[in-house]
């Protein structure tokens, strides 16, 4: 399986050198490029390195490093998003110096660090969403708890390489800033006022513009052992199984409530919730982390792969498209390192032919835009060899590749290593929550 992974992968990634080689994805059905801001910030490159390095594949990582060293430049007039440049171009820079001690990387690291420093310039410590790379102006004042609470594992590595407390510093700043705005009953909403720090939207889930809020917290306290995370998440983690936790049907799944009075306000579940089992296991609550997982993978199971959000209660699709989504693989070899279960070993290699089967094509691999008809969507965002891939190749490889207990991955499956100086050496931040 672990070979069949890699072939695969190549596959997808000689499409991407043929035909978009240098910008930020391939469109896999019309075989061009897309760049996200007009001009190309290398995002399939960068998110790729780390991948292609633990795979093996040393040709394809050397030409793929040696373009970013030459080419990758962050002094360009764009207003990069600051929550997707972090996850995906700080962690993967960061990614790609600890696998292969290749100095540039860092200095690119800690030069698109220090560009998006102005966005934590606000009354709140909540970041801005947008900020210009080369002006360091500022734009989007509307975020959510995932934006401005997902940025901590990559700065505060950044701090670790490069012995500047400052990035760590920020970056907590804003993640306690989301958590002192919790309601009464410990949960969070789905939109935020970086200015205000007021709520613009208060509808509690675990999905996306949430989701990695809560996953940064115990990822923190692993990575950089830092209590003030574990309180955090300790507290959280109860608030979240209390009032968005929901048996039905004889499944666990996690819906959506207000996070004022904790009133269910929608069954609904998909694609990027499905991280969730990953941190339960993570945090050490395996059977329910096993339940939510039998739930998650009922849901690829109803159309013989994954929508992208299905109501519950219904289990019929809400959003019917499947954008190639990593979380339920990440989840499946999450509890397969924990419990050596050989079943989760068929749940991956069944989920892998379903992949392969609705999503390949002559060139590369392609989204759908409905589960129920299968029929292809132009789209294969970089987080496919990021994270989906390499999801796969790690559930399935032989023991040795990676050792799990020695790094802990971003969200945007990012292997960082657990080698960090106690907290208070790069700052802590912020009263005891």
Known sequence: MAAAVKKQFLHAWQGYERYAWGHDALRPLSRKPRDWYGTPLEMTQVDALDTLVLMGLHKQARRDRLYIDRHLSFDKNVYAKTFEVTIRLLGGL??????????????????????????????????????????????????????????????????RLTGNPLFYRRAKRALVAVWKRRSAIGLVGSAINVKTGRWTGTDSSITGGIDSYYEYQIKCWVLFRDPQCKRMWDASIAAVNKYLADDLHGGLWYGHADMRTGKRTATEYGALDAFFPAELA???????????????????????????VIDYATMRAVYPGYELRPEIVESTYYLYHYTHDWKYLRMGAAMFRDFVKYCRTPVAFAALASVESKKQADRMESYVFAETFKYFYLLFTPRGTLDFDKVVFNTEGHPLLRTPPPASRIGSVGARP
């Open 94 to 159: 960061l990614s790609g110096y600890e696998l292969t001690g290749d100095r540039h990387l860092l200095a690119l690291a800690d030069d698109l660090g220090t560009r998006l420093l102005p966005a934590f310039d606000t009354p709140t410590g909540l970041p801005w969403r947008y900020v210009n790379l080369r002006t360091g102006q500022v734009r989007g004042a509307d975020t959510n708890p995932a934006e401005a609470g997902t940025l901590l594992l990559e700065f505060g590595t950044l701090s």
């Open 282 to 308: 993570l945090a050490g609550q395996l059977h329910r982390a096993e339940r939510l997982q039998a739930s998650s993978y009922r849901m690829w199971k109803r159309y013989g792969i994954e929508p992208e």
